[in-house]
T-cell receptor, first 110, second 118 residues
Framework: GEDVEQSLFLSVREGDSSVINCTYT??????LYWYKQEPGAGLQLLTY?????DMKQDQRLTVLLNKKDKHLSLRIADTQTGDSAIYFC??????????FGQGTELSVKP | GAVVSQHPSRVICKSGTSVKIECRSL??????MFWYRQFPKQSLMLMAT?????????EQGVEKDKFLINHASLTLSTLTVTSAHPEDSSFYIC??????????????FGQGTRLTVV
């Protein structure tokens, strides 16, 4: 079945760039998403990329998609302490359901 | 962006009682809403897909008689946890997809409901 994998933890210093990686198995995913979840809160859609794109940039966020390797990454430039959260990548399968990775806990140290 | 509002944000109930959680799309019509359950430090587990005006589609292993879903309008879906037990304690999150043309694109999430059954 569909599977989405992420590393569980990432720690960076304030001001550095963060790169969160994700691999997926369902090549039919039309859209791939990045969500942010702060403690005790729901998911906030950060950005998404259509499967025919290689890159999408939105202010401090850059999404790279390598369809051949089924690899998706989220780069956060100039990471701030307010960026500390859990980040989920997700793919939408042909049935319209979102398949989530396990989430990457990003810790930003001052 | 689109707003999805979920209420209540926290609820504590006694074992054996029922709890209703509401999910509303505030500024768009959502033909499809999804209900998820999230355990601590884990990803979201899809429970069911709710389509306006029809019966919900439940994922394997989710008891439809225990988790009643109603999607009576294009802006409201409810999840009722019936005869709640402590093992039902969890974080429940809804999401709603916005229709663009004929395609559901982004999914927007509610704030989540922390259910504690004592």
């Amino acid at each position: 079945g569909e599977d989405v994998e992420q590393s569980l933890f990432l720690s960076v210093r304030e001001g550095d760039s963060s790169v969160i990686n994700c691999t997926y198995t369902d090549s039919s995913s039309t859209y791939l998403y990045w969500y942010k979840q702060e403690p005790g809160a729901g998911l906030q859609l950060l950005t998404y990329i259509f499967s025919n794109m290689d890159m999408k940039q939105d202010q401090r966020l850059t999404v790279l998609l390598n369809k051949k390797d089924k690899h998706l990454s989220l780069r956060i430039a100039d990471t701030q302490t307010g960026d500390s959260a859990i980040y989920f990548c997700a793919g939408k399968n042909q049935g319209g359901k979102l398949i989530f990775g396990q989430g990457t806990e990003l810790s930003v140290k001052p | 962006g689109a707003v999805v509002s979920q209420h209540p944000s926290r609820v504590i109930c006694k074992s054996g009682t029922s709890v209703k959680i509401e999910c509303r799309s505030l500024d768009f019509q959502a033909t499809t809403m999804f209900w998820y359950r999230q355990f601590p430090k884990q990803s979201l587990m899809l429970m069911a897909t709710s389509n306006e005006g029809s019966k919900a589609t439940y994922e394997q292993g989710v008891e439809k008689d225990k988790f009643l879903i109603n999607h009576a309008s294009l802006t409201l879906s409810t999840l009722t946890v019936t005869s709640a037990h402590p093992e039902d304690s969890s974080f429940y999150i809804c999401s709603a997809s916005r229709l663009e043309g004929s395609r559901n694109t982004e999914a927007f999430f509610g704030q989540g409901t922390r259910l504690t059954v004592v």
